[in-house]
């Protein structure tokens, strides 16, 4: 017989900083070449002593911040109210936003950056809705800043790696009960 273990109880915030934690580890393996074969490096795009140029590295990393948006999203309906939900999801942006003020960012590029994040979560579950091969291309797109052809290997690699994201934080947060 399977060992029972009782969920992990998280308050939204609590759950919010974890999974910033989790964006970051995420998006530390993907822009360090050769750790992944979805490495930033892999898809062409160029670095300088292994850190990529600003707009590839914050797509990278709205991709990643996206991809743990998504699996939390996933992972609550039905089990938890929207409103625990919601401000779970608000404690992970507001943690990975933090991180980025207190690593460099200007605060009052912020916003900006908000914007365009928001505008890749339209477009990434959009794609995302339609197959994984198409928010792969999008991710890519928006990576290299150029177009992608239909089924290219690169866009295939994204998507695994957006999957091999998905997969261990679904199983991890099937563990989690958010509380108030």
């Given at each position: 017989?399977?060992?029972?273990?009782a969920?992990?109880?998280?308050?939204?915030?609590?759950?919010g900083?974890?999974?910033?934690?989790?964006?970051?580890e995420?998006?530390?393996?993907?822009?360090?070449d050769?750790?992944?074969?979805?490495?930033?490096?892999a898809l062409?795009?160029?670095?300088?002593?292994?850190?990529?140029?600003?707009?590839p590295?914050?797509?990278?990393?709205?991709?990643?911040?996206?991809?743990?948006t998504?699996?939390?999203?996933l992972?609550?309906?039905?089990?938890?109210?929207?409103a625990?939900?919601?401000?779970?999801?608000?404690?992970?942006?507001?943690?990975?936003?933090?991180?980025?003020?207190?690593?460099?960012?200007?605060?009052?590029q912020?916003?900006?950056?908000?914007?365009?994040?928001?505008?890749r979560?339209?477009?990434?579950?959009?794609?995302?809705?339609?197959?994984?091969?198409?928010?792969?291309?999008?991710?890519?797109?928006?990576l290299?800043?150029r177009?992608?052809?239909?089924?290219?290997?690169?866009?295939?690699?994204?998507?695994?790696?957006?999957?091999a994201?998905?997969?261990?934080?679904?199983?991890f947060?099937?563990?989690?009960?958010?509380v108030?």
């Amino acid at each position: 017989m399977p060992e029972f273990r009782a969920p992990t109880t998280m308050t939204p915030e609590e759950l919010g900083d974890t999974l910033a934690r989790l964006v970051w580890e995420s998006f530390s393996d993907f822009v360090a070449d050769g750790y992944t074969e979805a490495s930033l490096g892999a898809l062409g795009v160029p670095t300088h002593e292994g850190v990529p140029d600003q707009y590839p590295a914050e797509e990278a990393l709205i991709f990643f911040i996206w991809a743990h948006t998504r699996g939390m999203q996933l992972a609550f309906v039905g089990r938890a109210p929207n409103a625990l939900v919601r401000r779970g999801l608000d404690a992970l942006h507001r943690a990975v936003f933090e991180d980025m003020a207190e690593n460099g960012t200007p605060r009052s590029q912020l916003p900006i950056f908000e914007q365009r994040v928001s505008a890749r979560y339209t477009e990434y579950h959009q794609a995302a809705a339609r197959s994984d091969a198409r928010l792969g291309e999008a991710v890519v797109r928006h990576l290299t800043s150029r177009d992608v052809t239909e089924g290219e290997a690169l866009a295939r690699v994204v998507s695994e790696r957006a999957i091999a994201v998905a997969n261990p934080l679904r199983d991890f947060l099937e563990e989690v009960e958010l509380v108030d």
